[in-house]
């Protein structure tokens, strides 16, 4: 079975230039997130969906960043205008979450992102 | 406050045990676990603890689950070289749905 999967896999780009990243989580899972890995941060949570309605998004940084999920098997988000202090690895992580389940996230392989 | 913490290195010598501690904030957490990480890759579930129990031990691994000092702790005996990554420990809480939040993650090393 395809497990989380997400593109661009690598990206570099220049600040100010719009980024989109995409994710396709596996299937079945009815609840999806958006995680942001650099040294300084650690992991950091953004945004999560559960049945593609946004629940929380306190963690989205700034204006700049937007999340979308229109339907069950796609989800985006991006950075308009990029800076450089975004570049990090960005996960995917998708789960069901459903009672009596462990709740396990279950991640893409993340796409690294450089702003130059 | 709002984070989950972790010490963010730890290095031991192949064949010794290695004890990895986190503290956490969420006393309703249902279930609290530890990811692990491998160079270039996403996270991967290592094992995980419901909050009901105090210990767990699934082969080299061995989680111990203090709730009333909110410590979370792993154990590895007879670390091995390809038990180098990076380990998250993490909680999930309940807003709307349930988010799982991690700490900063340990960096072990392991010494041949």
């Known amino acids: 079975d395809a497990g989380v999967i997400q593109s661009p896999r690598h990206e570099v780009t220049e600040m100010g230039q719009e980024v989109t990243l995409r994710c396709k989580p596996i299937s079945g899972h009815n609840s999806l997130f958006w995680y942001r890995q650099t040294m300084m941060r650690g992991l950091e949570l953004l945004i999560y969906f559960n049945n593609n309605v946004p629940i929380d998004d306190s963690g989205m940084p700034e204006d700049r960043f937007s999340a979308k999920m229109p339907n069950a098997s796609f989800s985006t988000l991006k950075i308009q205008p990029s800076e450089p202090r975004d570049s990090a690895v960005y996960f995917c992580?998708?789960?069901?979450?459903?009672?009596?389940?462990?709740?396990?996230?279950?991640f893409g392989e993340g796409s690294r992102l450089t702003v130059l | 406050g709002e984070d989950v913490e972790q010490s963010l290195f730890l290095s031991v010598r192949e064949g010794d045990s290695s004890v990895i501690n986190c503290t956490y904030t969420?006393?309703?957490?249902?279930?609290l676990y530890w990811y692990k990480q491998e160079p270039g890759a996403g996270l991967q579930l290592l094992t995980y603890i419901f909050s009901n129990m105090d210990m767990k031990q699934d082969q080299r691994l061995t989680v111990l689950l203090n709730k009333k000092d909110k410590h979370l702790s792993l154990r590895i005996a007879d670390t091995q070289t390809g038990d180098s990554a990076i380990y998250f420990c993490a909680e999930s809480r309940s807003h709307g749905g349930f988010k799982t939040i991690f700490g900063a993650g340990t960096r072990l090393f392991v010494k041949a």
């Open positions: 992580a998708s789960s069901t979450r459903t009672s009596g389940d462990t709740g396990e996230l279950f």
């Open positions: 969420d006393s309703s957490s249902t279930y």
